[in-house]
């Protein structure tokens, strides 16, 4: 019994004697000041998609982490190579997440399912989410960012919003 109160004694002054900035701390910080979200960009048969049809979702964790996935079913040219980006309203890249992604595509215009997990990118959890934009529209319902998903070659471009 006497162990356990030592134990506990211990514990109680090693995290008393830990600093606010240690990275322990801010990982508890982030775990409890990130909710999860979700938002997507979709790629369908308007205009500002151009050739592509195909989802790509984002899917922000605890930790203000955003995973990025989907897959596009055709609009392709298998010759080419393309970047993947995410810019803000006035064309402005914020990132580039071609390498991440690593989007394979196939013989038929279409790509492989492609997902990664982006540590640097939040989608409402900090004061840069790629869904903020304007105002804070933290806690809409359905809401469109002022974030573009980007696919772009050398003659093709599509964007469009990312959206909850």
């Known amino acids: 019994m006497n162990k356990l109160i030592l134990l506990t004694l211990f514990l109680i002054t090693v995290s008393a004697a830990m600093p606010a900035d240690d990275k322990l701390a801010d990982l508890f910080y982030k775990r409890t000041n990130c909710k999860?979200?979700?938002?997507?960009?979709?790629?369908?048969?308007?205009?500002?998609?151009?050739?592509?049809?195909?989802?790509?979702?984002f899917g922000q964790d605890e930790s203000g982490s955003t995973t990025i996935f989907g897959a596009f079913n055709r609009g392709f040219n298998p010759d080419c190579f393309y970047e993947f980006l995410i810019e803000n309203e006035h064309g402005k890249v914020l990132y580039n997440v071609t390498r991440?992604?690593?989007?394979?595509?196939?013989?038929?215009?279409?790509?492989?399912?492609?997902?990664?997990?982006?540590?640097?990118?939040?989608?409402?959890?900090?004061?840069?989410?790629?869904?903020?934009?304007?105002?804070?529209?933290?806690?809409s319902v359905s809401y469109c960012s002022n974030k573009k998903f980007v696919v772009k070659t050398d003659n093709q471009h599509a964007a469009k919003k990312i959206c909850k």
């Open 100 to 139: 991440g992604l690593n989007v394979q595509v196939k013989s038929d215009g279409s790509t492989e399912a492609f997902t990664h997990k982006f540590k640097n990118i939040n989608l409402d959890c900090h004061s840069n989410g790629i869904l903020l934009g304007g105002s804070n529209m933290r806690d």
């Open 36 to 57: 999860c979200e979700t938002a997507f960009s979709s790629f369908d048969s308007s205009s500002s998609s151009g050739p592509f049809r195909g989802f790509v979702a």
